[in-house]
């Protein structure tokens, strides 16, 4: 089965600080990954995608980066946190393109002060 | 661009009766369409999934069916129960696109 694990659990950080959330996928070879940001109650905004290792394509711009190092790793980060920063990253892996299911890790809590 | 609309923010009811929560979409596309439901401090997990015009998809109790006449894809439940209180989130996707675009999120609680 496959398990997708995210770190931290939860982090408070002060704006100006750096930023690196980590996401390991086991059990399913090339997954296509993806970094979701959501604000506290809000809608889920897709940030990032990865279809295999080495290559990131952005879906909205702001002021992070990701990458994936390893076929079952995709990192979130930012060499400077914004207030709005805060809120709620998902990692998340499908299998296929578009029309299938996306699961969703369990989500790192960003608060920055 | 593509985009998806819940019109309902925040729905209340009381335990038994039937609910209804809209999502509306639009494209020039082939659509996908998702629910998602994501409980308090909990990830989103998929609920229920259709690409069928006018096919009626069940799971959990909850049905939905895909009107592309309407661009809709509302979902539906009989009778809620205490545990359904949760966030729901529609979301669309489209054939040979990498995004998943979810909608604003409908909030149901249910009341004993």
């Known amino acids: 089965a496959q398990t997708i694990h995210q770190w931290p659990v939860a982090e408070i950080k002060a704006v100006g600080s750096p930023l690196s959330l980590g996401c390991t996928i086991k059990?399913?070879?090339?997954?296509?990954l993806y970094w979701y940001w959501q604000a506290t109650g809000g809608t889920l905004q897709q940030l990032f995608y990865s279809i295999t290792v080495g290559q990131v394509e952005s879906v909205v711009q702001l002021n992070l980066s990701a990458s994936r190092p390893k076929d079952d790793q995709f990192i979130l980060s930012t060499e400077k946190l914004l207030l709005s920063h805060s809120g709620f990253y998902l990692c998340?892996?499908?299998?296929?393109?578009?029309?299938?299911?996306?699961?969703f890790g369990k989500g790192t809590r960003l608060t920055v002060v | 661009g593509d985009s998806v609309t819940q019109t309902e923010g925040l729905v209340t009811l009381t335990k038994g009766l039937p609910v209804m929560l809209n999502c509306t979409y639009q494209?020039?596309?082939?659509?996908?369409l998702f629910w998602y439901v994501q409980h308090l401090n909990e990830a989103p997990k998929l609920l229920l999934k259709s690409s069928t015009d006018n096919k009626r998809t069940e799971h959990q109790g909850f049905y939905a069916t895909l009107h592309k006449s309407s661009s809709s894809f509302h979902l539906q439940k009989s009778s809620v129960q205490l545990s359904d209180s949760a966030l729901y989130f529609c979301a669309f996707a489209s054939s040979g696109s990498w995004q998943l675009i979810f909608g604003s999120g409908t909030q149901l609680t249910v009341m004993p």
């Open positions: 494209t020039t596309y082939s659509p996908f």
């Open positions: 998340a892996w499908s299998l296929e393109q578009g029309n299938t299911e996306v699961f």
């Open positions: 059990g399913k070879s090339s997954p296509n």
